[in-house]
């Protein structure tokens, strides 16, 4: 049973436009999410969080919204650039755990066409 | 530069063999954690730890197994009873509070013989 989903598996974008990144989740307990970018060959590197008590966090040219009601976050990308084609994760936690354990969706082949 | 060391970058087994995947970390991180990277299904935990000289085990344990002794290091074995072993093993830590990212490093990639 998959608690994070990224329904899309490739999204391209021109240069310079938005590219807009979703991840679905089902538990309603988790309370913190990331995103995560991935080159080929190499470990996924931290791009941006939220916690729940927030909608919206931004850092640089990257936006992350959180839906609560919807469960459902989302990654913004303005402008997108080509450095930027990558594979992206989300990632959800549930602090009342007890563990530190994230999971993860299955990712998001994002090409930006310059 | 603090940061994660997965080491070989590559790696083959012949059948029936055990191999193990090393992994060190020195950003002073308690927990550390291993995932298999499969195409089209993201990452999936296979074992973690929160303290040295304790681990637990993740959604696909089967056929691996760990230890930890020391805080830096969390290797990884592949048994023989891992049936379907060839894939993209990822090592990360984080230090043990909430809301916290993990750290990755760059990866074992195991194939079979």
């Known amino acids: 049973d998959q608690q994070v989903k990224q329904n899309s598996p490739s999204l391209s974008v021109q240069e310079g436009r938005i590219s807009i990144l979703n991840c679905d989740y089902t538990n309603s307990m988790f309370d913190y999410f990331l995103w995560y970018k991935k080159y080929p060959a190499e470990g996924p590197t931290f791009l941006i969080s939220?916690?729940?008590?927030?909608d919206k966090n931004e850092d640089g040219r990257f936006t992350v919204f959180l839906n609560k009601s919807a469960k459902h976050l989302s990654l913004h990308i303005v402008p997108s650039q080509p450095g930027d084609s990558a594979v992206y994760f989300c990632a959800a936690s549930e602090s009342a755990s007890g563990t530190y354990k994230y999971i993860f969706g299955t990712g998001t082949r994002l090409k930006v066409l310059a | 530069d603090g940061g994660i060391t997965q080491s070989p970058k590559y790696l083959f087994r012949k059948e029936g063999q055990n191999v193990t995947l090393s992994c060190e970390q020195n950003l002073n991180h308690d927990a550390m954690y291993w995932y298999r990277q499969d195409p089209g299904q993201g990452l999936r935990l296979i074992y973690y730890s929160q303290i040295v000289n304790d681990f637990q085990k993740g959604d696909i344990a089967e056929g691996y197994s760990v230890s930890r002794e020391k805080k830096e290091s969390f290797p990884l074995t592949v048994t023989s009873a891992q049936k379907n072993p060839t894939a993209f093993y990822l090592c990360?830590?984080?230090?043990?509070?909430?809301?916290?990212?993990?750290?990755f490093g760059d990866g074992t990639r195991l194939s079979i013989l």
């Open positions: 939220i916690s729940s008590i927030k």
């Open positions: 990360a830590s984080s230090y043990r509070e909430f809301n916290q990212p993990q750290h």
